[in-house]
């Protein structure tokens, strides 16, 4: 994955916690709220990590949220400084996984955007170290993962967590990888732009709207995916230059690393247990990705109709 070295960044819909001292524990989380967040990884990863690290789970074992955490993100404030004087060109994009997930979002904005007649409105990104304090969806500590808060349409990630896919999901990662983590919680924001998550309670389980919502998303990303090198940035000319086999190749490792049923066998106690499956197996979530990038299609990706989720 190559970014036109000349083209031009646009950082101001990226806010950076990280300098603003938000904090917090790196065990458990809440996302909690009327509009509780979407991530592609999400609940099943915080109920392992309560397994195994005995955090009180409070009100999830009722279908309630994730248990509060005291202080996290107060006072946090964005300070985009180092954003805009690093991150200025492609070329950044190259070398830095700052950059690099700035101009992902710049691509898939302009992508998105396109695909709107009107009422387009693109979502923020923060990115955050440790935990964070939502407008809408309450907190969250780093273990969560990635999310994405419908309540106030931006999206949430510590960027620790392309390391995390490396060491403790066991994924090659790369530059694509990240793409697709980023693309899936944008894809989020597609759903609730078109009010199709607002439909989907908490149930889990192997056909639930929960994992029919995710292997959406998933197909979403898919599908920027197939335009990534034709869509135009800020500058006008396509950010990204280059997108080969083993980008896609690195993309779908991910997506299998992160299936509900490789993280039960991987990560829990080695059972896998369909009822609380939440995001789709590995092979649904390859099956679903690569749906979107092979059609380019967003009405392929009409996961809610299949009868047959793969």
Do not use: K
Request: aromatic share 8%; charged share 15%.
């Amino acid at each position: 994955m190559r970014f036109d070295e000349n083209a031009r960044l646009d950082t101001s819909r990226v806010d950076d916690l990280r300098r603003s001292g938000g904090g917090g524990p790196r065990v458990g989380g809440r996302v909690a709220g009327a509009g509780g967040g979407l991530g592609i990884v999400g609940v099943i990863i915080y109920l392992l990590l309560s397994q195994f690290a005995g955090v009180d789970m409070g009100g999830m074992a009722a279908g309630g949220g994730y248990p509060s955490l005291e202080q996290v993100g107060a006072g946090q404030t964005a300070d985009n400084s180092s954003l805009q004087q690093n991150c200025a060109t492609g070329a950044s994009a190259n070398t830095s996984t700052d950059c690099r997930v700035v101009a992902v979002v710049n691509s898939l904005d302009e992508f998105w955007e396109g695909q709107f007649s009107s009422g387009f409105v693109p979502p923020r990104t923060n990115f955050f170290a440790g935990g964070v304090s939502t407008q809408g969806c309450g907190s969250a500590s780093s273990d969560s993962g990635p999310f994405y808060c419908p309540a106030d349409s931006e999206i949430y990630i510590d960027l620790t967590f392309f390391q995390d896919l490396q060491t403790r999901f066991g994924a090659q990662g790369g530059p694509f990888s990240q793409a697709y983590v980023m693309a899936h919680e944008y894809g989020h924001h597609i759903q609730n732009l078109v009010g199709t998550n607002r439909q989907v309670g908490r149930e889990t389980g192997p056909t639930s709207g929960s994992v029919r919502l995710e292997l959406q998303a998933d197909c979403y990303a898919g599908v920027w995916a197939h335009h990534a090198t034709t869509t135009p940035g800020p500058s006008g000319r396509p950010l990204i230059t280059e997108l080969n086999q083993a980008d896609i190749d690195a993309a779908l490792d991910t997506a299998a690393r992160i299936g509900d049923d490789h993280i039960q066998q991987t990560l829990g106690s080695g059972r896998v247990d369909e009822s609380q499956f939440s995001h789709g197996t590995s092979a649904q979530r390859e099956r679903w990705f690569t749906t979107g990038l092979d059609t380019g299609d967003a009405n392929a990706c009409d996961t809610f109709a299949a009868r047959d989720l793969g």
